[in-house]
């Protein structure tokens, strides 16, 4: 008999905490076992008994972390921020029926926003199914696979357990290929206890693009003769070599950039040739630069949605060229008119792009513009402190590598402009759907993912009301996440946006809650801030890595952003 390979990684004499493929085993292991092949290293989620045999198998687990969630939805977002922050796969481990249903709305997020999550869903034994079991979630009427098919890439139940492994391998692959989204693999109690042989899986497996030399060319003719251009870049560009080939390319034509609010940061905030953000808490050096005609418009990685575009303005349509560039081509063309259209991942047409364009002989020099600046603007008329000296001074206090996940709210405008991104991953904001909810359990992910970095989130007092408990899990994990709560004791942006377009408002009021005193009793430590300056005396505290804080910051109510035109078009369709 020949002699196993000394490479060979299903040899179990090299191999010795791992069982023969011809040894049967729980199904449960195996799925594990498949996981770590794949590199997974951390899994959120929360137990239930239609899933008690994936956790027990994880029970333990020298290479694999299980973070448990305080609700679904959480672990769905702590996946997402993993993920964001590592450019790794997301897994998530819920139970059946309700288990997954609270999972919705952050799967519905990785899913508008391109996230690669897996979630794993418990479900009853499969001689019950159609019975009415308790949290049975595959029957008739309530079908969760079918529901959640339309919020992932794939969604799929394990119909037998010796089909177990190989569709995990497939959903994973499918999670991280092409546009990456998030999938969804059910598998019946009864599966996961059953006895099998760990098959043999490829682990190799690649996807590949191409793009035809003839829309290169005129991409690169239409930027070589334009004299008014502008990359507009989307957060397409954050993956692999995407943000070093923009700066490349923009260097080499000397054409400004300006990014879409949720890719902030992958083209340097510093940097000259920077415009800042447009649409949703847009920059004016980005809306000036616009405003007169531009020639040649590259939109490369974003599908141009309508917080990139200010609602679709036409002030993005070039006078003679639209280049539009991104990995899905359903989203290619869908809202503007593109004379030229490449479906392709950012970074290889950027790469592509470099040896088809000659370099500019002139140096040229933007540079961002915000209304106010930050660090002056220290109240509102209230004496409050203000929303940007708040932001000011936190990245006064803490290093250039920390990496911030922004809720949904008011304090996102805020975020967006007045935030300075340092690295193209510094900034992260679920805007594709626009939930609530994401950014405390999203810094807990991204924490885990980057242990040495600063993750901070930054949520309004809705959103803390939403996910509080989620300090409580980084608390138990010694994850040292600072919070920052944008403290004005209500729904702020529903509140504005009422009466702006109805000329009044209900009270939207999200208390009375005491953000201190939720915040201790969930483990973290909590800092009460009234007035500019309270942040920066608090340096030591903020930089004392040893668990999770929070900032309750009492902001001014008075402090506004100027209105853009999406706000103005809301306005007349509510009319």
């Known amino acids: ?78 996946a997402v921020g993993y993920a964001r922050a590592t450019g790794k796969l997301g897994v998530a481990v819920v139970t059946s029926g309700p288990g997954l249903l609270n999972t919705m709305t952050g799967v519905a997020a990785a899913f508008c926003d391109g ?33 959640l098919g339309h919020i992932t890439k794939t969604a799929m139940q394990v119909p037998d357990a010796n089909a177990a492994p190989t569709l995990l391998r497939r959903a994973i692959i499918t999670a991280t290929s092409g546009r990456p989204g998030p999938v969804l693999l059910t598998l019946p109690v009864d599966t996961q206890s059953a006895q099998i042989c760990a098959p043999r899986i490829s682990q190799a497996v690649s996807t590949s693009f191409g793009i035809e ?19 507009f870049a989307g957060s397409g560009v954050r993956a692999g070599e995407g943000p070093r080939l923009l700066r490349e390319l923009a260097e080499k034509l000397q054409c400004p950039v300006m990014t879409t609010p949720k890719a902030k940061g992958v083209f340097p905030e510093t940097h000259p040739l920077a415009l800042g953000v447009f649409g949703l808490g847009g920059h004016p050096s980005a809306a000036k630069f616009m405003s007169e005609p531009v ?48 479906a392709a991942p950012a970074a290889m047409f950027l790469e592509e792009m470099m040896p088809r364009v000659r370099p500019s002989s002139v140096n040229q020099h933007y540079g961002i513009e915000h209304h106010t ?9 209230d004496g409050a402190i203000s929303p940007q000296r708040a932001i000011w001074e936190l990245q006064q206090v803490l290093p250039n590598n920390a990496i911030y996940s922004v809720d949904s709210g008011e304090h996102t405008i805020f975020a967006i402009h007045y935030l300075q991104a340092h690295h193209p991953h510094a900034f992260m904001a679920m805007l594709g759907l626009g939930a609530m909810g994401s950014a405390i359990p999203a810094a807990i ?45 209500r729904l702020g942006m529903v ?24 915040s201790v009793g969930l483990g973290a430590r909590t800092l009460q801030v009234k007035k500019p300056g309270d942040i920066l005396a608090a340096e030591a505290l903020l930089r004392r890595r040893s668990g999770p804080i929070v900032l309750d910051v009492l902001i001014d109510r008075t402090v506004r952003m100027p209105k853009n035109s999406r706000f103005e078009q809301l306005a007349t369709d509510v009319r």
């Open 213 to 231: 030399a003839q829309p290169l060319e005129h991409a690169a003719l239409a930027l070589q003769r334009s004299k008014r251009k502008v990359i």
């Open 373 to 381: 600046d930050a660090e002056l603007t220290q109240t509102g008329s």
């Open 115 to 147: 996230v690669p999550v897996l979630l794993l869903g418990g479900e009853v034994p499969r001689h019950n199914f159609g019975k009415g079991a308790l949290q049975e979630g595959s029957s008739h009427n309530l079908n969760v696979v079918a529901m």
């Open 495 to 518: 509140e504005l946006g009422h009466k702006a377009h109805f000329g009044r408002s209900p009270n939207f009021t999200v208390g009375p809650m005491d953000v201190g005193v939720v």
């Open 445 to 489: 992910g991204t924490q885990l993912g980057r242990p040495s970095g600063v993750a901070v989130a930054i949520c309004g007092d809705g959103g803390f009301a939403m996910t509080a408990p989620e300090l409580a899990t980084a608390a138990y994990e010694r994850l040292p996440v600072i919070v920052m709560v944008m403290n004005d004791h």
């Open 295 to 342: 020639e040649t418009v590259l939109a490369i990685g974003t599908s141009l949605n309508d917080l990139a575009t200010n609602g679709w303005t036409q002030v993005l349509k070039p006078t003679r060229t639209l280049i539009h560039v991104d990995i899905d081509s359903a989203r290619v063309g869908r809202a503007y008119q593109s004379q030229i259209a490449i």
């Open 1 to 78: 008999m020949e002699a196993p390979r000394r490479d060979d990684p299903w040899d179990p004499s090299q191999t010795p905490n791992r069982r023969s493929i011809d040894h049967p085993q729980r199904a449960a292991d195996v799925l594990v076992q498949v996981l770590e092949e794949a590199g997974v290293d951390v899994i959120f989620g929360l137990p239930g008994g239609a899933i008690g045999p994936v956790f027990d198998a994880l029970h333990g687990h020298k290479k694999i972390r299980t973070v448990v969630s305080k609700h679904e939805s959480a672990a769905i977002f702590g």
